[in-house]
């Protein structure tokens, strides 16, 4: 299982990124598929994920109505657009991926795969 992120990079508040994940190596319906960010001196946190039931996604509550999360099966991508951003957006953020069918969560030791991470930093 592979997972690359990218996409971030250094953008001012208010602007957008959309970053992307690229998977290879499984089979790519078997997978949720959720980002997670950390920022420097903090906890990881999940942001959205996308379940292999029925695609389903969820947002955890502060991504909710800023980060849409999507899949483009055929190109075996997953994208997280995110607008509006704040300094406080600051972070690494990556992709990860957990097998067990149902709805996605954001429990990091569910995720049996991970990206390497992709920096977004934006300024005030």
């Known amino acids: 299982v592979q997972l690359q992120a990218s996409g971030g990079g250094l953008v001012q508040a208010g602007g957008s990124l959309r970053l992307s994940c690229a998977a290879s190596?499984?089979?790519?319906?078997?997978?949720?598929i959720a980002w997670f960010r950390q920022a420097s001196g903090k906890k990881r946190e999940g942001l959205a994920c996308?379940?292999?039931?029925?695609?389903?996604?969820k947002y955890n509550d502060f991504a909710k109505g800023r980060f849409t999360i999507s899949k483009d099966n055929a190109g075996r991508k997953v994208y997280l657009q995110m607008d509006a951003l704040t300094p406080q957006d600051t972070a690494v953020y990556y992709c990860?991926?957990?097998?067990?069918?149902?709805?996605?969560?954001?429990?990091?030791?569910?995720?049996?795969?991970w990206g390497q991470g992709t920096l977004v930093t934006v300024s005030s």
């Open positions: 990860a991926a957990e097998t067990t069918v149902g709805i996605c969560n954001f429990i990091e030791g569910t995720y049996e795969d």
């Open positions: 190596g499984f089979i790519f319906d078997d997978y949720s």
């Open positions: 996308i379940s292999n039931l029925d695609d389903t996604v």
